[in-house]
């Protein structure tokens, strides 16, 4: 019985697989089977391709520069400017590697020539044979060689074309900059090479550029239609120079063809509106940075001047201490620490700080402190000493402008667009005023010193009731505004030369802005500071510097008229109200 239903089971799964169905799955196996071959083998013969691409691009890497040959080095050095132009023209586009050393020798004056080859002659007397550079003996028939102006003005282009492909950016750079008045048609293949192998965004921009300035003086009106589309990428002032050039009238050499008049005057346009924008940045970015020096200048008139009364007309001489100061730092550095000199700014703005911090109690103690309640008395004394504080500077340092040399890393600037440079000390001197800012607020708003020189600011009667010392808060208080006037006077040596008369400059508009701002605010004076800084700049663009001066104080006198308390008016209750 269980056999005959062990067959059933058996005869049941055999009608279920049929012979047709198990020849389509075998057939279904083979044909993956074919189709995961065909994939593999293809995938090792493009693996093999891509192996035989990446070696011949070894290959090419690799191979160096053709070898300057010794007719060449000679034709290049001896004959006529045109035949020696035309050597040269080959062998630049040729690749030569001893050409660069060769085309600087020719402008040192260090190369001589007989009836063959052509030698380079070191300063002590040695000779080394031009193409290949082998040590040689000069023989008795060599010559000097000599370069008219044209040809000393082809090698230093074609110096500056062979420096394009320089390793080093800095001086890829130079090269261009080199280039950029210069470079003709002769040179367009180098400058092409050289845009093929950038690697720099921004240089690579320049070379497309400098290519288009070439192309559009060309021949071919297909070629300049071209470059006139492509210089309107551009963003130097020299390139749209370049384009109004070429939109003279034909008469005197500018563009004849329409379509390229076209092309010229839409990128001149595009040219023209970042450019304005450029100006238009640069002169907030210059109100900006006066404003920060009239804030680092004002910013210790506003704690003496909110908190005592004290007109103190020294306080521009003050500022002239931190900057003598910082160049003592400066010239200290260079004698006994030359190499650490980029660091001396570092030493010297706690070193203004305490320099001019103490010349302020000094007078605080000997002189002010006699004077409360006596603003003219006052005024008439500060200014008295502020000629002395001049004259003692003439007699220490002499009466000439002292120069304090920029740190490395606060030297050049900030490219933005061709016609805006944001230099790095101007840019440190806004960071530094605002982080003076911060720290002055720090101290008036959370140590106890800042807790007392509030409360006799607001009430000084009262203050002294409580135990206040007004005497000791009012030395604290007139030092630190002083010590700020020296790291005003650190930062000031970092943008011009530094003489007697530095703080001369300052001082009118210190007190502008601490007026302006209102007494004793320090929200108040960056507001005025930033805000005359920005004001003064626009004004001169639009009048001059001497009329944007007589505008500002008008505007300043009108307003005070109108608001006598100044931008913020002091909070609370004072002994006089």
Not at 156 to 168: D, G
Not at 259 to 282: H, M, N, P, T
Not at 329 to 357: C, E, H, K, S
Not at 414 to 442: D, K, S, Y
Request: aromatic share 6%; glycine share 10%; net charge positive.
């Amino acid at each position: 019985m269980r056999s005959t239903a062990g067959g059933a089971a058996a005869d049941s799964a055999l009608q279920g697989f049929s012979p047709s169905a198990h020849d389509a799955a075998r057939c279904a196996r083979r044909r993956r089977d074919r189709l995961a071959a065909r994939s593999a083998a293809r995938r090792t013969l493009w693996i093999g391709v891509l192996a035989l691409l990446a070696a011949a691009l070894l290959v090419l890497v690799a191979t160096p520069a053709r070898a300057l040959t010794t007719d060449e080095a000679h034709a290049i050095s001896a004959g006529d400017s045109e035949s020696r132009l035309a050597a040269l023209q080959r062998a630049a586009e040729a690749g030569d590697a001893r050409l660069p050393a060769l085309v600087q020798a020719l402008l040192d004056g260090a190369v001589q020539v007989d009836d063959k080859r052509a030698y380079i002659v070191a300063p002590d007397g040695s000779a080394v044979e031009a193409a290949s550079g082998a040590a040689a003996t000069l023989p008795e028939t060599v010559e000097d060689v000599s370069n008219n102006n044209r040809m000393r003005g082809e090698l230093q282009l074609a110096l500056a074309a062979l420096k394009l492909r320089s390793p080093e950016i800095a001086e890829r750079r130079a090269a261009l900059l080199a280039l950029r008045d210069g470079v003709d048609e002769s040179k367009l293949s180098l400058v092409e090479r050289a845009l093929a192998s950038e690697t720099d965004p921004t240089l690579k921009g320049e070379l497309a550029a400098l290519r288009a300035g070439v192309l559009v003086s060309s021949g071919d009106v297909a070629k300049r239609l071209e470059a006139a589309r492509a210089l309107g990428e551009s963003s130097q002032p020299v390139t749209r120079s370049l384009l109004l050039e070429r939109l003279k009238p034909a008469a005197a050499g500018g563009e004849t063809d329409a379509a390229v008049r076209a092309a010229l005057a839409q990128s001149e346009r595009a040219i023209s509106g970042r450019l304005a924008w450029g100006e238009r940045l640069g002169v907030l970015f210059s109100g900006i940075s006066l404003g920060s020096i009239l804030l680092l200048a004002a910013l210790g008139l506003a704690i003496s001047y909110g908190l005592m009364g004290v007109i103190n007309m020294a306080h521009g001489e003050l500022m002239m201490i931190g900057a003598y100061a910082t160049y003592v730092v400066q010239n200290l550095f260079r004698t006994y620490a030359p190499g650490a000199f980029d660091a001396y700014i570092l030493v010297a703005i706690p070193v203004a700080f305490l320099a001019a911090a103490a010349v302020g109690a000094v007078l605080e103690r000997g002189v002010i402190r006699y004077l409360y309640g006596r603003p003219l008395e006052t005024l008439l004394a500060t200014w008295g000493i502020s000629l002395v504080l001049m004259q003692a500077v003439r007699s220490v340092f002499g009466a000439q402008n002292v120069q304090v040399e920029n740190p490395g890393w606060l030297s050049g600037g900030w490219q933005i667009t061709g016609n805006l440079v944001l230099p790095w000390n101007r840019i440190a001197i806004v960071v530094f005023a605002f982080a003076v800012l911060a720290a002055v607020a720090l101290v008036i708003a959370r140590t106890r010193l800042g807790l007392f020189v509030r409360g006799v600011t607001q009430n000084r009667a009262m203050a002294a009731c409580t135990g206040v010392d007004t005497r000791r808060v009012d030395l604290l208080a007139f030092s630190l505004g002083a010590g700020i006037a020296g790291l005003a006077g650190c930062a000031l040596s970092q943008v011009g030369n530094v003489g007697p008369d530095l703080g001369q400059s300052y001082i009118v508009d210190s007190f502008l802005v601490v007026v302006l701002g209102g007494v004793g605010q320090l929200a108040g004076t960056v507001y005025a500071a930033l805000g005359l800084g920005v004001l003064n700049k626009l004004l001169e663009g639009w009048a001059g510097a001497v009329l944007a001066k007589i505008m500002v104080l008008l505007f300043i006198v009108v307003f005070i008229q109108k608001r006598p308390q100044g931008l913020f008016a002091m909070k609370g209750r004072s002994a006089e109200a």
